[in-house]
């Protein structure tokens, strides 16, 4: 199979398109209420530090695949298991994305269409751009991400005559507890997911430039995430942005004279589409270098129609999937970004201080 290559460029787009994904309808800062925009700024600076730890993993194994690292580190039998139940986190993280999308269609777009209808139409474009390939996912960001910084700077205009600056007020009147929970649950959604990009990562063309392209993707990512927070914070006010789901789309509507609401949905439709190419593609490459295959596309027709399935079945309404994205996922997550990361990083770094006789031995 000819290997498919993108270029720092393409993977920076990618990153950042997957890291405004989901985060974009349903952010875990907002449980903070008008501390949100500080919840947030913590989430951000913990998720650096695991970006780092990232980083210096890639280091030590310059040469080796997310499933390779972890072969080196746990040995061959450990390794793969534990590569098998990160293939299954990538597949239940593509599941809750997909919900979260086809919620949100359901809710705000179309409330008659049935929400098995979006889940299989979104999955169907997913499956469609993955059998051509990864570079279609960098192509596809490369459009989007100019795109999602206009419509920003647009609505963050046009809203300037609702923006109310005391907002922001009281700050810490609720204590330090909403700010550091808030915190803790936007480090893991999305920031610390960014260690799936270990699975995309020898598919740049230009490997020793992989370090410029994970910070400035991440920190333009974060100051997109960081603004929108601020928006609808400074648009809605913290009572209402706590209480509705999809605070964004109420700043859209509000939005005087023109109806800009579409502009969000092509966001989040596109946004939704390229974070679970991402989430299928390193589930399927994951499973074919466990097994030793070279074609990992035989996995991505089964593996999304079993995202669909999953997708149905993970929660019984919308309400229920925001407090569990709030309240459970940064718990059920805490092993696959924080834990099982800093173990590699420790062995792997004890291994490179090692006697080159004791290596051997």
Not at 92 to 117: D, G, K, M, Q
Not at 154 to 172: D, E, G, K, R, V
């Amino acid at each position: 199979m000819m290997e498919e290559k993108i270029s720092p460029y393409q993977l920076g787009m990618m990153i950042i398109s997957y890291m405004a994904g989901s985060a974009l309808v349903v952010n875990p800062a907002i449980a903070a209420r008008h501390d949100a925009w500080l919840a947030f700024l913590l989430g951000w600076g913990g998720g650096m530090i695991l970006l780092f730890i990232i980083i210096k993993i890639v280091m030590l194994h310059p040469t080796k695949s997310f499933v390779g690292i972890l072969i080196d580190c746990f040995g061959n039998f450990f390794g793969k298991l534990i590569a098998i139940i990160y293939g299954w986190y990538f597949v239940h993280l593509a599941a809750e994305v997909i919900r979260t999308y086809s919620n949100y269609t359901t809710t705000v777009t179309y409330p008659e269409t049935p929400l098995l209808f979006f889940s299989i139409s979104y999955t169907l474009v997913v499956i469609y751009a993955l059998k051509i390939g990864i570079e279609t996912i960098g192509r596809i960001s490369e459009i989007f991400v100019p795109f999602i910084v206009i419509v920003l700077i647009f609505t963050f205009t046009a809203s300037l005559t609702s923006i109310n600056i005391n907002n922001f007020q009281p700050i810490l009147s609720q204590g330090l507890d909403p700010i550091l929970k808030g915190g803790v649950a936007t480090m893991i959604l999305p920031f610390g997911e960014f260690f799936i990009f270990l699975m995309v990562l020898p598919n740049l063309n230009h490997q020793q430039s992989y370090k410029k392209t994970f910070l400035l993707a991440y920190l333009i990512a974060g100051c997109i995430l960081f603004t929108v927070v601020c928006r609808n914070i400074l648009v809605l006010g913290a009572d209402m942005m706590a209480r509705d789901i999809f605070p964004s789309h109420i700043v859209f509507r509000l939005i005087p004279v023109i109806d800009v609401a579409p502009l969000l949905d092509m966001n989040l439709i596109m946004a939704g589409v390229v974070k679970t190419c991402i989430c299928i593609y390193a589930a399927s490459k994951l499973i074919a270098e466990v097994f030793g295959l070279s074609d990992y596309k035989i996995f991505i027709l089964p593996l999304g129609a079993f995202t669909v399935s999953l997708s149905m079945m993970v929660h019984g309404s919308v309400l229920e999937q925001a407090t569990v994205a709030i309240e459970m996922w940064p718990i059920y997550s805490i092993p696959f970004q924080i834990i099982i990361p800093i173990i590699l990083l420790m062995i792997s770094v004890i291994k490179k201080n090692l006697p080159a006789n004791f290596k051997k031995q």
